[in-house]
Nanobody, 114 residues
């Protein structure tokens, strides 16, 4: 399985970005997917998940600002990020939530700064 993240960049506080992840895996629609982030000097954390039945969940810090979605026909998972804050600055990764042994992709860097 492979994960290819894209869409990061530099954005001002209050701005928006849309991250996309292409997943190379058989039976993509059967997997729960997650977006993770890792800020410098911090542990990687799970930010949002979406189940195989499209149930979404978020950590409190991003609720009402981030939206996770998936397109099973394209094997992609998307993270729409609005009202970005400097604390959202991190490298963002997508991953299958139930397969911790999967290799990680390169991630995509999000920097929120004025």
């Amino acid at each position: 399985v492979q994960f290819e993240e894209s869409g990061g960049g530099l954005v001002q506080p209050g701005g928006s970005l849309t991250l996309s992840c292409k997943v190379s895996a058989a039976v993509f629609h059967a997997y729960s997917m997650g977006w993770y982030r890792q800020a410098p000097g911090k542990q990687r954390e799970l930010v949002a998940t979406i189940s195989d039945r499209n149930w979404a969940d978020y950590i409190d810090a991003v609720k009402s600002r981030f939206t996770i979605s998936r397109d099973n026909a394209k094997s992609t998972v998307t993270l729409q990020m609005n009202k970005l804050e400097p604390e959202d600055t991190a490298a963002y990764y997508c991953h299958r939530t139930q397969f911790p042994g999967d290799p990680w992709g390169r991630g995509t860097q999000v920097t929120v700064s004025s």
